[in-house]
Structures are given as structure tokens and as C-alpha cells.
């Protein structure tokens, strides 16, 4: 079957993780993605196990990409990027607001070369506005955006930063919705455009909790609790008061507040009473059951590595394997996507710094391979780098 976006070529010049990981997708999908490297190369390229020199990190969000390696500053440069923006489709770019321009290749350059080209930008506080210049990571967007008070607010703890780079990963996911309503859009009218892409704005769009903010309602916590119990923690969604009724109703919970007990006294009776339920079966099996027959959301609390051992990530087949350049196999995260009538998924393996400056410039860019030959030799281009 035929991957859904094969056809269009996509020219990544976005490093680290928001941009790479919107590329990756574009890949899985099927569009050919050539990324453009700095002679120093993604600094995730020395992130994680390296092996063959190609590090972990760098393979999860650049497998299936060729790779180019050129000097940005070089005055050769910006003519080559110019080149290649005219035969391309996509670009995608994360550089703070103004290094696309003070090289020469911001949307005002490149767009009278290629009026179908669609480019996007993410930065931390968008392309213009009293914040623009700041240098933005995910981080720093988990504080500006509230997350990080929040969660120290309502679970009592000193604030910290979240072991999950959800700015990146959400800005990557948002940036690639709007680019394929993009492609849609020029598909219609035949004209490509800027995306200008806020990590503020997408923490806040996708914070469902901040929400409640825009009508000054108090915060509290929701979602799921975690409660010890035989086999190991468990999660349990719901609020509190529902899960103790539903076991007094469905499992004979007795209710062991003392008559005449404060509010704290009587939730923490009931508290009490819910965990020794939850201690009290022989198995992990016979707990299970007894959540299923109340229709009970739970789930296992798992390390993440048993979470790509457990039998819907086995069946499913969410970790790929990819070609490590040195004859075996490791493994990426697949993507996510599904389709009935189509093919997805990771490609390729990961390339080397500047593993296809010949074939991308000959084809993309319309160069000579003499002309090529004199680029790498003026030190414009930066010839594959061997492990």
C-alpha cells in the first residue's frame, strides 16, 4: 500500500527535538525528508547510547531522513538552501525568531522562489511580539505556560520540571496538524504559507487544566489516584467519593466513620477503609476482576520499560527496529498511525552528518557535481563524517 503524504519533499532544517519530530512524522507518512545540518551536526547526534556513531537519541527522530551538512554562515550557503527551498514543498525550522533572516533564508527570502512552499516556524513565544527574542526550551515553556505551579500547588512539592519534554512533543504534534492543513490548503488554491508556530500557545491549548483559569474556578486535582494493593500499585480513575460509593454498593464496603465524625475524620476513615479493600484480595488476578465488574477504569503503574513489554504495545508493535549502520537492529518508538487503506511508519535507518550531500544537491538543488565537488572544498559543504 502507498504511504498517505508520499510525493512531497520536506526540507528539515529544525534541530533537537520539536521540528525532528514533526520531520519524523512527515517521514512515517511517506514524504521524502532531506535534513539540514550545521557542520557541527544536531547536538543530539552525542545524546544517548552511540553506536556506529549514531547516538540513540538522534536515531528515535531522524530515522528514515537523508542528511545534507552545510555552513549557514558560509556565503555559499544561503544559495544553496535557495536552491533547494525552491524544489521543495515543506521546511521546517526551529531557530530563535531572526537566525533564519540574518542568514538570508527566512519566508520573506525564500518564499518569492517557491510560491507553493509552506514553512514552518516554531519558537517559544512566536515570530514577533514583545518576547520573541528569548531563548526557549521545553522547560522554560513548562514554566511560563503554569504547569509547573500548578503541580507544585496542588501535590504539595517543590517545583520541578517534569521528566517529559511536553512543550517539544506538543509544539512537534501541533506543528504537523497545521502543516498537513497547509498542504491541504495550497492543494485548493494552489499557494503555499508561513506557519507560525507559539510553544506558549500550544502548552496552553493543549492544558486542559488551564482552561479552567480563563473563569477564575478554582484548581483541583483530577484525574486518577494511585492507591497500594495486592500485586503491586494500582491506578484508579474517577473522584474519590464515587469509587468509596460504588464499592459500598457493589462490594459490601462497610462504611466505618463513627457517627458524629468532622468532614476530615470521615474522609479519612473512608480513605482508610478503600485501601485495606484494595490489600485484601489473594491475587492480583481476583482484584482485577472485582474492578471489571464495576465498570472501574484502572491500570497498572508500570516502568516504561514494561509498558513496551505489555501485550497492546507487543500486539501493536510500538517499538520498531531500524538498522544500526554496523549489520544488526535497534529500536525506535513506531508512530502512531493506524490506516485502513494506506502504509505508515519508520522508513529507514538514521543517516550520517552530510551522508547525501551529492544526491540531494544534484537532484533538489540542480548543482553540477563539479560544482558540489567545489563546495565541499571551499568548506560550504560538509562531506559525510565516518564513524
Known amino acids: 500500500m502507498a504511504r498517505p503524504l508520499?510525493?512531497?519533499?520536506?526540507?528539515?532544517l529544525s534541530r533537537v527535538l520539536a521540528g525532528p519530530f514533526a520531520g519524523r512524522m512527515l517521514s512515517d507518512l511517506g514524504a521524502d525528508v532531506v535534513k539540514l545540518e550545521p557542520p557541527e551536526g544536531d547536538v543530539t547526534r552525542g545524546w544517548g547510547d552511540i553506536r556506529h556513531g549514531i547516538s540513540g537519541y538522534y536515531t528515535q527522530q531522524n530515522s528514515g531522513k537523508r542528511t545534507i551538512c552545510l555552513d549557514l554562515a558560509h556565503p555559499d550557503g544561503r544559495a544553496?538552501?535557495?536552491a533547494l527551498a525552491a524544489n521543495v514543498d515543506i521546511l521546517i525550522e526551529n531557530f530563535r525568531p531572526g537566525v533564519m533572516a540574518r542568514h538570508g533564508v527566512?519566508?520573506?527570502d525564500l518564499?518569492?522562489?517557491n510560491p507553493r512552499l509552506i514553512m514552518l516556524s516554531i519558537s517559544g513565544f512566536g515570530q514577533e511580539g514583545p518576547e520573541a527574542s528569548r531563548a526557549a526550551y521545553a522547560s522554560v515553556l513548562h514554566a511560563e505556560s503554569g504547569l509547573i505551579a500548578r503541580q507544585s500547588e496542588l501535590d504539595g512539592y517543590a517545583p520541578t520540571d517534569p521528566v517529559l519534554s511536553i512543550a517539544d512533543m506538543n509544539a512537534g504534534l501541533h506543528g504537523?496538524?497545521?502543516?498537513?492543513?497547509?498542504?491541504?490548503?495550497?492543494e485548493r488554491g494552489g499557494v503555499g504559507q508561513h506557519i507560525d508556530l507559539s510553544m506558549l500557545d500550544v502548552m496552553l491549548v493543549t492544558d486542559d487544566y488551564a482552561t479552567f483559569t480563563l473563569d477564575d474556578y478554582p484548581l483541583t486535582r483530577g484525574g486518577g489516584e494511585v492507591w497500594d494493593a495486592t500485586g503491586g500499585p494500582i491506578m484508579v480513575t474517577g473522584d474519590f467519593r464515587t469509587l468509596f460509593r460504588d464499592l459500598v454498593r457493589r462490594h459490601g464496603l462497610v462504611d466505618p466513620t463513627p457517627e458524629g465524625a468532622s468532614l476530615p475524620e470521615k474522609i479519612r476513615y473512608r480513605r482508610d477503609a478503600v485501601q485495606?479493600?484494595?490489600?485484601?484480595?489473594e491475587d492480583r488476578a481476583e482484584l482485577v476482576a472485582a474492578l471489571d465488574r464495576s465498570n472501574l477504569a484502572w491500570g497498572d503503574v508500570r516502568s516504561t520499560a514494561a509498558a513496551y513489554a505489555s501485550p497492546t504495545a507487543q500486539a501493536r508493535g510500538v517499538a520498531a527496529e531500524v538498522e544500526d549502520r554496523g549489520g544488526s537492529t535497534r529500536r525506535v518508538v513506531q508512530s502512531p498511525y493506524r490506516f485502513s487503506s494506506a502504509e505508515s511508519g519508520v522508513i529507514g535507518a538514521p543517516a550520517y552528518k552530510g551522508e547525501h550531500n551529492h544526491e540531494i544537491l544534484e537532484a533538489w538543488?540542480?548543482?553540477s557535481r563539479e560544482a558540489i565537488e567545489a563546495f565541499e572544498k571551499g568548506g560550504v559543504l560538509i562531506a559525510r563524517e565516518k564513524p
Open 365 to 367: 538543488g540542480g548543482f
Open 111 to 113: 518564499a518569492p522562489l
Open 106 to 108: 527566512a519566508w520573506d
Open 6 to 12: 508520499e510525493g512531497l519533499r520536506v526540507l528539515d
Open 276 to 281: 485495606a479493600w484494595f490489600s485484601s484480595f
Open 80 to 82: 544553496i538552501v535557495h
Open 176 to 186: 504537523l496538524v497545521a502543516t498537513l492543513a497547509a498542504v491541504v490548503h495550497r
